[in-house]
């Protein structure tokens, strides 16, 4: 309300006060917000970012994608296929690995399963290591112990599926409705038919929908993971760039990056008719 | 003792249908695996896990103490300035990408194309976007920021679209009778709502940022991925270990950090 409204004094009808309205207490908001923007200029201080070297180097980023996008290798494509399969393989050997590690870990790190709570904290722990780590220094990792293919980029995202799953899965087991477990204890069931009868037919439509969405997660994973050595489609992304093949390195991205919309859209109708 | 027999009845046509569902997974399966070659495994396996194991339990103190442009420390700093920098980037330019994505706002046709923008900038591969600003700007950092920025619309843009879709209306329409413009609309009705959602997911995305951020490096786009494929590719596992341990200490704390706030949020 603005300052000049006034209304009639209640003491004296002749004499007008102006409304007082208690300003809100902003100090506490003000100070996050500025917090925040120190935080974030601090960043891109810190990080070297400045608008006007992205201006001054906008056309040779132009020129470059314009090698890719404009006039891409076409002819190259047939040589494309096989790794693309190899990617798609990549992540459905990787998901099921994860999915299938995931599902025992996620039940005894529930904690209203086992009900041990010296099992399933630290058990959490080491969950929440295993997702710390990212897909492609796992896969960097895994090459060097194992060796360039796709066998070290399989093995990364089982990983890293098996660290996102579990996560997923044992948050669902704890959400589920206990009255199906309490309904079966009163009837002297033990701890695998609660299991088998109560646990598992509550989140098995959620398990197959994570499980859908790893998959779709590691399909885009594992086109980049290539790029260390892990096979697939990154590698040859990889060669065409080292080469500076930019005409190959554009039907590379253009071809990879439909496919993967294509398993995407499809994973995730699927998904939307699970749960 | 008696026992109880449940018969279900049998639906022929549902049976059908678990066998054609379970028996395509299997068959897609079965396809992945054949696929995978599995020969070339290298036979030094078990001497690099050795090495490796032994630089996790001796790592290499000496570079986490090196407080200059070469050090650790630098490093760790620059990767979490260029996953801030880029998750706030990113989350000034969903807002536009939401508003066109929101059906309440646009109507079921913009927003399905707007949707359709969203998750086409999610499938695009940040590491490819890393590359791509790389050769505009250079490798460094500011490559880092930019692939981050533009990568996470891809999901902030969802996730604000729905935020904005599930939003009460009736300020909206009470601004709009009273002749409300589109950008008081905006300022008045619609972000104030949706602002604790709009931050929670905000936060969530700087928490995946930050492991993508670390992961950027390999291509050259800043931080700590650059010394740590060079320690890997050199097989300098103590320091190869010692990144990796900073790297998991400092996006627990993160984590930990971020999910607090969110809790409190929302």
Redesign the interface.
């Known amino acids: 309300m603005s300052a000049g409204e006034q209304r009639v004094s209640r003491t004296n009808p002749k004499v007008f006060e102006p409304i007082t309205v208690p300003k809100p207490n902003n100090l506490r908001r003000n100070l996050i917000i500025l917090g925040v923007t120190a935080?974030?200029l601090?960043?891109?201080w810190?990080?070297?970012?400045?608008i006007p070297?992205?201006i001054r180097?906008?056309q040779?980023?132009g020129r470059?994608?314009g090698r890719?996008f404009l006039e891409p290798d076409w002819s190259f494509t047939p040589r494309m296929i096989n790794p693309l399969?190899?990617t798609?393989?990549?992540a459905?050997?990787g998901t099921?690995w994860g999915a299938l590690t995931a599902l025992p870990i996620a039940v005894i790190a529930a904690e209203n399963f086992l009900k041990k709570p010296w099992i399933s904290k630290p058990l959490r722990f080491v969950l929440?290591?295993f997702r710390?780590?990212?897909?492609?220094?796992l896969a960097?990792?895994f090459v060097?112990?194992?060796?360039?293919?796709?066998?070290s980029g399989?093995m990364a995202l089982s990983v890293f599926t098996f660290g996102l799953i579990s996560k997923l899965t044992f948050e669902s087991i704890e959400a589920i409705d206990y009255g199906q477990v309490e309904a079966l204890m009163s009837l002297g069931a033990n701890k695998l038919n609660i299991l088998r009868y109560a646990i598992l037919p509550q989140i098995l439509p959620q398990f197959m929908s994570y499980t859908l969405y790893g998959f779709e997660v590691n399909v885009?994973a594992a086109?980049?993971l290539g790029?260390?050595g892990a096979g697939g489609i990154g590698q040859t992304?990889e060669q065409a760039?080292a080469f500076r093949r930019f005409d190959r390195v554009g039907v590379i991205?253009i071809i990879s990056?439909f496919v993967?919309?294509a398993i995407?859209?499809v994973s995730s109708s699927i998904r939307k008719r699970l749960v | 003792m008696e026992t109880i027999v449940v018969t279900k009845p049998v639906d022929h046509w549902k049976t059908l249908y678990r066998i054609l569902n379970y028996g395509g997974i299997l068959v897609?399966?079965i396809?992945?695996?054949l696929?995978?070659?599995?020969k070339?495994?290298?036979q030094t396996?078990a001497g690099?896990?050795q090495s490796?194991g032994r630089g996790f339990i001796q790592p290499d103190m000496a570079y986490l103490n090196t407080w200059t442009i070469d050090g650790l420390p630098y490093a760790i700093?620059?990767t979490?300035?260029?996953a801030?920098?880029g998750t706030?980037a990113s989350a000034l330019l969903s807002i536009p990408f939401a508003l066109l994505a929101a059906q309440n706002i646009v109507g079921p046709r913009v927003s399905k194309i707007g949707k359709f923008l969203v998750?086409?900038i999610?499938?695009?591969?940040e590491?490819?976007l890393a590359?791509?600003?790389i050769?505009?700007?250079?490798p460094?950092?500011?490559a880092?920021?930019?692939a981050l920025g533009i990568h996470s619309i891809g999901m902030l843009g969802k996730l604000f679209s729905e935020a904005i879709e599930s939003m009460d209306m009736g300020v909206k329409e009470a601004l709009e009778s009273c002749g409300a413009g589109p950008f008081e609309i905006l300022f008045r009705a619609i972000l104030p709502q949706v602002s604790p959602e709009l931050i929670s997911y905000t936060l969530y995305r700087f928490e995946i940022n930050m492991?993508?951020a670390?992961?950027l490096g390999?291509?050259g786009a800043?931080g700590i991925?650059a010394p740590?494929?060079f320690a890997?590719?050199t097989?300098v596992w103590p320091r190869?270990m010692m990144i990796?341990i900073v790297?998991?200490i400092t996006?627990?704390i993160i984590?930990s950090i971020s999910s607090r706030i969110r809790k409190k949020l929302v």
């Open positions: 935080l974030v601090g960043s891109g810190f990080a070297g970012f400045s070297q992205i180097n906008l040779r980023g470059l994608l890719m399969i190899e798609i393989r990549m459905i050997v099921f929440n290591i710390t780590i990212p897909a492609m220094v960097s990792l060097a112990i194992f060796g360039i293919g796709p066998y399989v885009r086109a980049v790029y260390v992304f760039l991205i990056f993967v919309l995407d859209l | 897609l399966l396809w992945g695996f696929g995978i070659e599995y070339g495994i290298m396996a690099t896990l490796m700093l620059e979490i300035a260029i801030i920098a706030f998750t086409m999610r499938t695009f591969p590491l490819i590359l791509i600003f050769s505009v700007v250079g460094g950092a500011p880092g920021i930019l492991r993508a670390a992961t390999l291509v800043g991925g740590l494929i890997i590719r097989r190869a990796v790297l998991i996006v627990t984590d």
